[in-house]
């Protein structure tokens, strides 16, 4: 099976703009979270969606959305981009087949978002 | 609120010998499970192993083992033989049950030397 791809790998902004990631899960795979990555901040849990539903959400502020759809594909979307934004930001899927029944979680390569 | 902590920011071991990081969680749910995931300098995470709450038995993946101590709410990784290849971040992670949430914590650096 292909892992998790994420696109774009890299990317540059400027403050204000907005900016749109995207995530492919494993095939089969229904749960797709997201996640922040900074060196002062390690790792920090963004929402998880599951059957296109957003079932999770972290402490982060409005301007960070998501979505799920149908294929289970997933996007995020950063609006009014601050420099604090910058950072690496991961997807990870897993298929959570039902209540209590745990799969593990499969992560992506990340994007790298630079925000100038 | 279940927490995570890795406790050591930073450790280092010799080429071929034995390392052990360790990682502390809080939780009241009895079914549970336990990951410890790698991050090398490409930023790929990587999954390590994985340990069921309710197996009494150690989970173990080649060189890499656990020590579970359900009790002790601990969950410590035993690196064997260790490699250069295994210099990375590893972070220790539990799954809450009761919410689907993935919860880490700020990680170990290993450093490998020659």
């Known amino acids: 099976k292909a892992g998790v791809t994420q696109t774009p790998r890299y990317l540059i902004k400027t403050r204000g703009q907005q900016v749109t990631l995207s995530c492919s899960p494993i095939s089969g795979h229904r749960s797709v979270s997201w996640y922040q990555q900074t060196p002062g901040q390690g790792l920090q849990f963004l929402f998880e969606y599951f059957s296109e539903t957003q079932r999770n959400k972290g402490n982060f502020p409005g301007r960070f959305s998501g979505r799920q759809f149908s294929n289970s594909r997933s996007e995020m979307n950063v609006s009014t981009l601050e420099l604090g934004d910058s950072a690496l930001y991961l997807c990870?899927?897993?298929?959570?087949?039902?209540?209590?029944?745990?799969?593990?979680?499969?992560f992506g390569p990340g994007t790298r978002l630079l925000v100038l | 609120a279940q927490t995570v902590t890795q406790s050591q920011p930073e450790m280092s071991v010799q080429e071929a010998e034995t390392v052990t990081l360790s990682c502390t969680y809080d939780t009241s749910e009895s079914d549970y499970y336990l990951f410890w995931y790698k991050q090398p300098p490409s930023r790929q995470m990587i999954l390590v192993i994985r340990q069921e709450a309710y197996k009494q038995q150690n989970a173990t993946e080649n060189r890499f083992s656990v020590n579970f101590q359900k009790a002790a709410k601990s969950f410590s990784l035993k690196i064997s033989d260790s490699q250069l290849g295994d210099a990375a971040m590893y972070f220790c992670a539990y799954w809450d049950p009761g919410t689907y949430k993935y919860i880490f914590g700020t990680g170990t650096r290993l450093k490998v030397l020659a």
């Open positions: 990870a899927s897993s298929f959570l087949g039902g209540q209590g029944h745990q799969e593990t979680q499969y």
